[in-house]
């Protein structure tokens, strides 16, 4: 089963599912129903019962109760594309046998490692085999880990019926990396009670708190002189990018923030004298916390404006998701359906707020509870991305 959850793996990341927040289509980038289509054959040809894909990117199933006793309808969500910030094309994965605790060659032309120094949660994986980047991409465990973990578990129980179990929904996402992941999901037709989503962090990760989200633009008017007669005329607005950003709580960046503090993430910068752009996610878990920094933005422009004329920063903020919680919270057995499986595995749960968001965050105000298990990755989103494939196998144990 081990080898056959790591081919499941290395097969969907070797296909490049990035997602594209300029773009809006839906999904936004045609790449995705690549693996989208992949999952719905092999759904099918498991003979899964209403297996679809629509125009949207959405593949939907359901695997038949096999027992006559009374259980709910559970629903397993995972999201199949990998984020804008780095590459996912081209994926060339690493598998590192019975970790050492020596630091990982990643990419010796580039001089990357992935060590215990920089990244202390690796000696919890000793003795275990890590899949990691070779440099020059992510890896995408985010999540399609999460997709092996939900497909292999599938294949288990279609191959041995003897396990009893109630009706079970399986769903997949395009687009979540850019926040439109359940934009036009259909819950009704999906038709589970509950649902789990597969994604995510280090093994024993169980979450019902997420962050509360929007995203930040502000546009710059510049005004382009010749350097030679700007003196009182020039207005630099690469420079007044950089003044807006100073006036945000340096303290309040993620680089500084743990646990429940929210932070301003600088994530783009473009432009010229002439004109620039800036853009940024805003996060907290304190709803009142977040419509404060969402003001705080706004004033900051405000500023900028009456230092260097009206409609000379134009801010937009738009917000993405909600914390889950309060709509868990009433539904809170299904937190202690999912902690009691990973007690009876050995895994020690850790009930913990995410520090990021799940489609599973929006699908709870849609009307269909879901708290997030871990799908077994770290370092998401950039070339320092690993997963421990002993925690891959655990997840499907979980599931």
């Known amino acids: 089963m081990k080898n056959d959850i790591l081919n499941r793996f290395l097969s969907y990341v070797a296909i490049d599912t990035q997602s594209d927040d300029n773009s809006s289509t839906m999904p ?4 995705q129903f690549n693996l989208l289509r992949k999952l719905h054959d092999e759904l099918k040809g498991w003979g899964l019962q209403d297996v679809s894909i629509d125009e949207n990117g959405y593949v939907m199933a359901t695997l038949p109760a096999n027992t006559s006793r009374k259980a709910p309808v559970i629903g397993f969500v995972a999201h199949v594309d990998t984020a804008p910030d780095m590459s996912g094309a081209d994926v060339k994965p690493q598998i590192i046998e019975n970790y050492n605790g020596t630091p990982i060659t990643l990419n010796k032309e580039l001089n990357l490692h992935l060590s215990q120094t920089d990244f202390p949660e690796l000696k919890d994986y000793l003795g275990q085999t890590l899949i990691v980047t070779d440099g020059t991409t992510l890896l995408g465990a985010d999540d399609k880990a999460g997709v092996t973990e939900i497909m292999a578990a599938v294949e288990y129980l279609v ?9 079970l929904k399986i769903g997949f996402t395009p687009d979540e990396e850019i926040g ?3 934009d036009k999901f259909d819950v009704a037709k999906f038709g589970a009670d509950f649902a789990y989503t597969m994604d995510g962090g280090g093994i024993g990760e169980l979450e019902y708190e997420n962050f509360n989200a929007a995203g930040g633009k502000v546009f710059i008017q510049g005004r382009n002189i010749h350097p030679g007669y700007a003196k009182n005329k020039m207005m630099n607005a690469i420079l007044m990018a950089m003044e807006f ?3 945000l709580p340096v303290n309040e960046r993620p680089e500084f923030t743990q646990d429940y503090e929210g932070f301003f993430h600088l994530i783009r910068m473009e432009g010229s ?16 916390k977040f419509e404060q920094k969402k003001a705080l933005f706004l004033q900051c422009a405000d500023f900028m404006n009456k230092r260097y004329g009206q409609n000379t920063f134009i ?22 359906t999912a902690r009691k499986a990973m007690v009876e595995l050995g895994i020690e749960p850790k009930v913990v707020p995410i520090r990021g968001g799940t489609d599973g965050a929006r699908l709870s105000y ?3 509870p879901c708290p997030n298990i871990f799908a077994g990755g770290h370092n998401f989103h950039g070339k320092y991305e690993y997963v ?12």
């Open 180 to 182: 439109r992941g359940v």
């Open 388 to 399: 421990p494939l002993e925690s891959i196998e655990k997840a499907v144990l979980v599931f």
């Open 28 to 31: 936004s980038t045609e790449k």
């Open 273 to 288: 004298v002439e004109k620039a752009s800036i853009q940024y996610i805003i996060r907290d878990h304190d709803k009142t």
């Open 159 to 167: 191959k041995h019926p003897e396990i009893e179990h109630g009706t």
């Open 245 to 247: 950003n100073a006036l």
């Open 315 to 336: 801010p937009e903020v738009k917000d993405q998701y909600f914390n889950m919680k309060q709509m868990v919270e009433p539904v809170y057995h299904i937190v202690e």
């Open 366 to 368: 849609m009307g269909l």
